[in-house]
C-alpha cells in the first residue's frame, strides 16, 4: 500500500520548517524565477520530476518529512507527491531500501496562499533588478482613512499654507514661526 499525504497549513509549517529533518520541495516550473519561492526550498519542475525522484531522494538524505507546494497546491504539488510515494513504495518492494522518509505532504494554498499570508520568502533576481520580500511579515498597515468631513469645508490657501518655488518651507514661515 502506498504511503499516504497529507496537508499542512501555512501557519504549521512556519512553525517547523527550519527543524533540520523537513524539506521543502517546490515543483512549479518557470514562474519560480519570477513569482519568487520559499527560502530554502528544492526546485524540482513538475514537468520533469519524474526523471529526477532519485536526484531529489539523494537530495533529502537524513530528512524524514518532505512538503511539496506548486502555485496552488491544487494539481502539481499533489500529483507530485503521489509520485513519490508510489517511487518509494516501490523501491521498498523490488530493492528493499528505506529512503529514511516518513512523512510526505503538500503545503494548503500552495506557495501563493503562503506568500499571501505574508510568510517569509525570496524573489530571484529578475532583469537586473533584485526584489525581496521581508523575512517577515511588516506590520499591520498603520494607513487610517481620512474622518469624512462636511462637504461646505474649506480647501484652498486657508486650509494648508502655500510652498513657494524657491523654498521648501511654506510661505510666510520663517525660523519655525508662522505669520
Not at 496562499?113 to 525570496?122: F, M, V, Y
Amino acid at each position: 500500500m502506498a504511503q499516504s499525504i497529507s496537508y499542512i497549513t501555512g501557519s504549521q509549517l512556519l512553525s517547523v520548517k527550519t527543524r533540520p529533518n523537513i524539506a521543502i520541495v517546490d515543483v512549479r516550473d518557470d514562474e519560480r524565477k519570477y513569482d519568487g519561492h520559499i527560502a530554502g526550498s528544492l526546485h524540482y519542475a513538475s514537468d520533469t520530476f519524474t526523471d529526477k525522484i532519485s536526484n531529489l531522494i539523494q537530495d533529502v538524505k537524513g530528512k524524514d518529512t518532505l512538503v511539496f507546494h506548486c502555485a496552488l497546491s491544487q494539481v502539481r504539488g499533489p500529483t507530485c507527491a503521489r509520485k513519490l510515494a508510489n517511487y518509494l513504495e516501490e523501491m521498498k518492494k523490488e530493492i528493499k531500501e528505506d529512503s529514511g522518509i516518513k512523512s510526505i505532504m503538500v503545503l494548503e494554498r500552495g506557495f501563493n496562499g503562503w506568500e499571501a499570508s505574508g510568510r517569509p520568502s525570496k524573489i530571484y533576481r529578475l532583469l537586473g533588478w533584485e526584489y525581496r520580500i521581508p523575512e517577515r511579515a511588516p506590520p499591520a498597515c498603520p494607513y487610517k482613512p481620512a474622518a469624512k468631513t462636511d462637504k461646505t469645508a474649506k480647501v484652498g490657501p486657508e486650509s494648508e499654507p502655500a510652498i513657494s518655488e524657491s523654498s521648501s518651507k511654506p510661505v510666510g514661515v520663517a525660523d519655525g514661526k508662522q505669520d
